[in-house]
């Protein structure tokens, strides 16, 4: 039953193609078999949302997402979000406004931020409380976190 | 007085931010080697129980196992225990909790692992099991442990109780009950080991403590300590529940059964149900005080149900008890304090320890009694606040930083604004204010400890700082950078602080009792300020100055408005390097045994909180609609570092306030964040503010104190204070759940 399947999808802009066990999740998959180790695992129940990914643009939990049904997918992670030389407005206003501590939700956090401000660039208050809060941090309060995705929201619109 | 600083002061983003926005950080489980195998450990299936046999070999032929161990594969001490080393590593004869570990599976692959754990049987004998700490505590119970169920008994005497209870115009006299309570680190506990070349093991681990995962791994495989060494990884948070090393043991004794890696991680079921919480109290206190509104008496007994093992009990209920008459003076003190053994999950330390559930019962006795005698809440309290004339319960005082009646002044007045809105609450809803304080000295309470740091300045300029207080994701490596770059003349990017691997860090005790700041923070200040004092000596006598006149600053040293870069002073004297240690030991007398009197903290830290809160009286529903937490710190050696502990602090006392209950039915019944609720972004105070007060300590460095933790400390209170006044009936217990708001509201008097 857990024979090797073939998964194929489109991981932060590339083609990639490796096996997966029926039962092996997306969250797994990705830090397992393929090594991209940034998004956490922090529950495998789907409460605690530190394995935010975006699956077609939608931030899912990818413990709740089995390997095999993201075959042909198209699967952005933190590793895909921004890179040293230009970090994404959101790596970059997690940093400045002090929403990173342990860290550990921090991928996660931020996946599921961008999700929000793909859709919406310039989210209420509320909204953004509504967006995050399937995802669990213990160490900030979620105050800084919630300035660090207004602020990347005025700099994806173009503003400072 | 405001002294200019450098870097001081200054809100600079934490050094591994970047690392951890991009993913490239390296926690325990982001790291695996070659040949690693899985281990995971069988977990009792009874809260009380004998072990009549264990039977492994189905297990052991199972495809993919490589070893099964149980206790009598054990090369060291079968023993584990960050105080007393009370608890097996391995169960032999006994099992106290649901979840005491019994044997170690280590496989090919985790489900292998998870698949052989299901084919070991275990016989056991079940036995009456006890979760009740006051029952255990009776004559006749079942018994934990066989000396007995009292783990520990700590005491704080002062005056003479009797009299005092007769001249007092007001008594009130209740019992508190707080919740068990998880850390709820998003990371749950992970652990690799090796085996080196030469006979030792290296260990990579989720630790608050690399140095005792060290002691205990070295003593449970039976090996000198310098013989294991321990790398820290990237850690997930902490908060006191991960410095007691199970994991790293389990992960060192298959790594030496196999001769191969091994990793350990726990999923969050196994983390919640096994790992050590934070201890639910029982607190009968009595306060009586003049019509006047001073205080004059208190009289508690506080049992704190540690559980299956004494884990940090001991120094948890010491803590708790010499706490307990909070901000205030109080001449006349009787107070016990017990960590009693139960059948429960053990209980060790959290952010609080102990003295989160001590200020909720002091600070709702305070809003009772301000109620008899008709005085203000926030008045009664400034009438009975600590200054640098008057002893806590500990008969310690303190000589400076002692900003309480300060804080209570601003909070005064930002009560009298909350109280405008408390009649503008819609249809349905009521409204209350509530405040509460706290106090909290800095650093182990029940003994002394030490830090150590050592500075090596380089011929650039640049420093490489060792300590080893691990940084669990408060930023302390970020600080201690500006410590030393405040001292050395650079800038922080030029400091590279080392406080992950034994084999380079010296052992500073545990990342806990917000001690980090303080103590090594004072190490490291002296280490530079020793390597800086060594440099202007020798470039006092190449150019003949006085020390005193010389500056260093990027690389440079200054005399007469000249400048000699640093490389050059090192070359001609054929310098590599100059290193120096210092240590910080503040001077303390722990409490004595007997009475509890001593001076046991170098500084104390000091919150005043207080809350507007709605309760829905349909739903018994709780929100916070403004928060405001004073946070005194001495100095902020970064204000950014600051807001996050105390905003991050503030929120988890919300969840022990108004959610978080660890629920003991035979075994942990809420085993998930799906059940074992914590706050969200749903749950955030609509308002919330914070105010950092700095009145600088003069032995902190740069003045600065610990203070992370106390921003929880009277969040319960605060919340208990509001809702009570919201309603008009005692919060007595906590989490107020909407059900536990219901009964309240039931209890109200009909109009």
Same mark, same amino acid.
């Given at each position: 039953?857990?024979?090797?399947?073939?998964?194929?999808?489109?991981?932060?802009?590339?083609?990639?193609?490796?096996?997966?066990?029926?039962?092996?999740?997306?969250?797994?998959?990705?830090?397992?078999?393929?090594?991209?180790?940034?998004?956490?695992?922090?529950?495998?129940?789907?409460?605690?949302?530190?394995?935010?990914?975006?699956?077609?643009?939608?931030?899912?939990?990818?413990?709740?997402?089995?390997?095999?049904?993201?075959?042909?997918?198209?699967?952005?992670?933190?590793?895909?979000?921004?890179?040293?030389?230009?970090?994404?407005?959101?790596?970059?206003?997690?940093?400045?406004?002090?929403?990173?501590?342990?860290?550990?939700?921090?991928?996660?956090?931020?996946?599921?931020?961008?999700?929000?401000?793909?859709?919406?660039?310039?989210?209420?208050?509320?909204?953004?409380?509504?967006?995050?809060?399937?995802?669990?941090?213990?160490?900030?309060?979620?105050?800084?976190?919630?300035?660090?995705?207004?602020?990347?929201?005025?700099?994806?619109?173009?503003?400072? | 007085?405001?002294?200019? /600083?450098?870097?001081?002061?200054?809100?600079?983003?934490?050094?591994?931010?970047?690392?951890?926005?991009?993913?490239?950080?390296?926690?325990?489980?982001?790291?695996?080697?070659?040949?690693?195998?899985?281990?995971?450990?069988?977990?009792?299936?009874?809260?009380?129980?004998?072990?009549?046999?264990?039977?492994?070999?189905?297990?052991?032929?199972?495809?993919?196992?490589?070893?099964?161990?149980?206790?009598?594969?054990?090369?060291?001490?079968?023993?584990?225990?960050?105080?007393?080393?009370?608890?097996?590593?391995?169960?032999?004869?006994?099992?106290?909790?649901?979840?005491?570990?019994?044997?170690?599976?280590?496989?090919?692959?985790?489900?292998?692992?998870?698949?052989?754990?299901?084919?070991?049987?275990?016989? /056991?004998?079940?036995?009456?099991?006890?979760?009740?700490?006051?029952?255990?505590?009776? =004559?006749?119970?079942? $018994?934990?442990?066989?000396? @007995?169920?009292?783990?520990?008994?700590?005491?704080?005497?002062?005056?003479?109780?009797?009299?005092?209870?007769?001249?007092?115009? +007001?008594?009130?006299?209740?019992?508190?009950?707080?919740?068990?309570?998880?850390?709820?680190?998003?990371?749950?506990?992970?652990?690799?080991?090796?085996?080196?070349?030469?006979?030792?093991?290296?260990?990579?681990?989720?630790?608050?403590?690399?140095?005792?995962?060290?002691?205990?791994?070295?003593?449970?495989?039976?090996?000198?300590?310098?013989?294991?060494?321990?790398?820290?990884?990237?850690?997930?948070?902490?908060?006191?529940?991960?410095?007691?090393?199970?994991?790293?043991? /389990?992960?060192?004794?298959?790594?030496?059964?196999?001769?191969?890696?091994?990793?350990?991680?726990?999923?969050?079921?196994?983390?919640?149900?096994?790992?050590?919480?934070?201890? =639910? /109290?029982?607190?009968?206190?009595?306060? @009586?005080?003049?019509?006047?509104?001073?205080?004059? $008496?208190?009289?508690? *007994?506080?049992?704190?149900?540690?559980?299956?093992?004494?884990?940090?009990?001991?120094?948890?209920?010491?803590?708790?008890?010499?706490?307990?008459?909070?901000?205030?003076?109080?001449?006349?003190?009787?107070?016990?304090?017990?960590?009693?053994?139960?059948?429960?999950?053990?209980?060790?330390?959290?952010?609080?320890?102990?003295?989160?559930?001590?200020?909720?019962?002091?600070?709702?006795?305070?809003?009772?009694?301000?109620?008899?005698?008709?005085?203000?809440?926030?008045?009664?309290?400034?009438?009975?606040?600590?200054?640098?004339?008057?002893?806590?319960?500990?008969?310690?005082?303190?000589?400076?930083?002692?900003?309480?009646?300060?804080?209570?002044?601003?909070?005064?007045?930002?009560?009298?604004?909350?109280?405008?809105?408390?009649? *503008?609450?819609?249809?349905?809803?009521?409204?209350?204010?509530?405040?509460?304080?706290?106090?909290?000295?800095?650093?182990?309470?029940?003994?002394?400890?030490?830090?150590?740091?050592?500075?090596?300045?380089?011929?650039?300029?640049?420093?490489?700082?060792?300590?080893?207080?691990?940084?669990?994701? *408060?930023?302390?490596?970020?600080?201690?950078? *500006?410590?030393?770059?405040?001292?050395?003349?650079?800038?922080?990017?030029?400091?590279?602080?080392?406080?992950?691997?034994?084999?380079?860090?010296?052992?500073?005790?545990?990342?806990?009792?917000?001690?980090?700041?303080?103590?090594?923070?004072?190490?490291?200040?002296?280490?530079?300020?020793?390597?800086?004092?060594?440099?202007?000596?020798?470039?006092?006598?190449?150019?003949?100055?006085?020390?005193?006149?010389?500056?260093?600053?990027? @690389?440079?040293?200054?005399?007469?408005?000249?400048?000699?870069?640093?490389?050059?002073?090192?070359?001609?004297?054929?310098?590599? $390097?100059?290193?120096?240690?210092?240590?910080?030991?503040?001077?303390?007398?722990?409490?004595?045994?007997?009475?509890?009197?001593? +001076? =046991?903290?170098? &500084?104390?830290?000091?919150?005043?909180?207080?809350?507007?809160?709605?309760?829905?009286?349909?739903?018994?529903?709780?929100? $916070?609609?403004?928060?405001?937490?004073?946070?005194?710190?001495?100095?902020?050696?970064?204000?950014?570092?600051?807001?996050?502990?105390?905003?991050?602090?503030?929120?988890?006392?919300?969840?022990?306030?108004?959610?978080?209950?660890?629920?003991?039915?035979?075994?942990?019944?809420?085993?998930?964040?799906?059940?074992?609720?914590?706050?969200? &972004?749903?749950?955030?105070?609509?308002?919330?503010?914070?105010?950092?007060?700095?009145?600088?300590?003069?032995?902190?460095?740069?003045?600065?104190?610990?203070?992370?933790?106390?921003?929880?400390?009277?969040?319960?209170?605060?919340?208990?204070?509001?809702?009570?006044?919201?309603?008009?009936?005692?919060?007595?217990?906590?989490?107020?759940?909407?059900?536990?708001?219901?009964?309240?509201?039931?209890?109200?008097?009909?109009?």
């Amino acid at each position: 039953m857990n024979d090797p399947q073939r998964v194929c999808l489109t991981l932060n802009g590339r083609v990639v193609e490796d096996t997966a066990r029926s039962n092996e999740t997306l969250v797994e998959f990705l830090r397992y078999r393929l090594g991209l180790t940034g998004t956490k695992e922090g529950c495998d129940t789907g409460d605690c949302g530190a394995c935010t990914v975006s699956f077609d643009g939608k931030a899912v939990n990818s413990c709740l997402v089995l390997a095999v049904e993201a075959d042909g997918a198209d699967i952005r992670t933190v590793e895909g979000l921004g890179d040293a030389g230009q970090l994404h407005p959101l790596q970059q206003t997690f940093v400045d406004q002090g929403a990173v501590q342990c860290g550990f939700c921090t991928p996660g956090m931020m996946m599921a931020a961008k999700s929000l401000l793909d859709e919406q660039s310039n989210p209420s208050e509320d909204e953004i409380r509504l967006a995050l809060a399937g995802n669990l941090c213990r160490c900030t309060g979620y105050v800084s976190i919630m300035s660090a995705v207004n602020a990347a929201g005025k700099m994806l619109r173009g503003g400072k | 007085m405001s002294v200019d /600083y450098r870097v001081i002061g200054k809100p600079i983003p934490r050094t591994d931010a970047r690392a951890k926005v991009l993913g490239q950080a390296k926690y325990g489980d982001d790291f695996s080697l070659p040949r690693m195998v899985f281990g995971k450990a069988l977990r009792s299936a009874h809260p009380n129980a004998r072990i009549r046999s264990v039977e492994v070999s189905r297990a052991r032929s199972h495809r993919g196992v490589i070893a099964v161990m149980t206790a009598q594969d054990i090369p060291g001490e079968n023993s584990i225990g960050p105080i007393i080393k009370d608890q097996p590593v391995l169960c032999h004869d006994f099992v106290r909790y649901t979840g005491d570990a019994i044997a170690l599976v280590a496989a090919e692959t985790e489900q292998a692992a998870e698949e052989a754990l299901t084919l070991i049987e275990v016989e /056991y004998e079940v036995l009456t099991p006890v979760f009740d700490p006051l029952k255990a505590m009776e =004559p006749g119970a079942p $018994v934990v442990h066989s000396g @007995g169920n009292i783990g520990t008994h700590m005491k704080v005497r002062r005056g003479d109780v009797e009299s005092a209870f007769q001249s007092a115009a +007001a008594v009130v006299e209740r019992r508190f009950i707080t919740p068990r309570v998880e850390h709820g680190y998003i990371e749950p506990e992970v652990a690799v080991v090796a085996p080196d070349l030469e006979g030792g093991f290296t260990v990579w681990s989720s630790t608050q403590y690399a140095h005792l995962d060290r002691e205990e791994v070295s003593r449970v495989l039976g090996l000198s300590q310098s013989r294991v060494r321990v790398h820290q990884m990237v850690t997930g948070g902490g908060f006191g529940g991960k410095l007691n090393p199970h994991a790293q043991c /389990y992960a060192a004794l298959l790594a030496w059964k196999t001769g191969r890696p091994a990793k350990v991680r726990y999923f969050r079921d196994e983390s919640l149900m096994a790992s050590y919480k934070c201890h =639910p /109290y029982v607190i009968d206190m009595k306060v @009586g005080a003049s019509r006047e509104g001073k205080l004059l $008496v208190l009289e508690a *007994q506080l049992v704190g149900n540690t559980g299956a093992y004494a884990c940090q009990g001991r120094a948890v209920i010491t803590k708790s008890v010499t706490h307990v008459s909070g901000v205030y003076y109080i001449p006349n003190i009787k107070a016990d304090a017990y960590a009693v053994f139960t059948n429960a999950v053990p209980c060790g330390a959290m952010r609080g320890y102990g003295v989160p559930q001590a200020t909720f019962a002091l600070e709702s006795m305070l809003d009772e009694l301000a109620g008899r005698l008709g005085i203000d809440p926030v008045e009664l309290r400034l009438r009975n606040a600590l200054d640098t004339t008057l002893p806590n319960a500990t008969g310690q005082i303190l000589n400076a930083s002692v900003p309480i009646k300060a804080m209570l002044g601003r909070a005064k007045v930002e009560v009298v604004a909350l109280r405008q809105l408390v009649t *503008q609450a819609p249809m349905g809803k009521v409204r209350g204010v509530g405040v509460g304080c706290s106090s909290r000295g800095i650093g182990s309470i029940r003994k002394a400890s030490r830090s150590t740091a050592v500075v090596s300045l380089h011929p650039d300029g640049s420093a490489t700082v060792a300590c080893g207080h691990v940084d669990l994701g *408060q930023g302390s490596d970020t600080m201690m950078s *500006q410590v030393a770059a405040e001292e050395l003349g650079v800038e922080v990017d030029r400091i590279r602080v080392v406080t992950n691997d034994t084999a380079i860090s010296p052992d500073c005790e545990s990342t806990s009792a917000s001690r980090v700041t303080y103590l090594s923070g004072n190490a490291v200040k002296k280490a530079a300020a020793k390597v800086k004092q060594r440099v202007f000596d020798i470039v006092s006598r190449d150019v003949g100055c006085a020390p005193e006149q010389l500056r260093l600053l990027n @690389g440079v040293v200054a005399y007469r408005e000249q400048g000699i870069r640093l490389a050059e002073v090192f070359a001609r004297h054929t310098l590599h $390097v100059i290193t120096d240690v210092a240590e910080y030991l503040p001077e303390t007398t722990p409490p004595d045994p007997e009475t509890g009197q001593g +001076a =046991p903290a170098g &500084t104390f830290n000091f919150n005043v909180h207080a809350a507007l809160v709605e309760v829905d009286e349909g739903t018994g529903r709780i929100q $916070v609609l403004k928060y405001l937490a004073l946070s005194d710190v001495g100095q902020a050696l970064n204000p950014m570092a600051v807001n996050g502990q105390v905003f991050g602090g503030v929120m988890m006392g919300l969840g022990s306030a108004l959610m978080e209950d660890v629920i003991v039915d035979n075994g942990v019944v809420n085993n998930t964040f799906s059940t074992y609720l914590i706050p969200t &972004t749903c749950d955030l105070p609509l308002d919330f503010r914070i105010g950092v007060i700095e009145e600088p300590e003069p032995t902190g460095p740069f003045g600065a104190k610990g203070f992370a933790e106390g921003s929880l400390d009277p969040v319960g209170a605060t919340i208990a204070n509001a809702v009570s006044h919201a309603i008009g009936v005692r919060v007595h217990r906590l989490p107020l759940t909407s059900e536990r708001v219901h009964e309240l509201l039931r209890q109200r008097p009909l109009h």
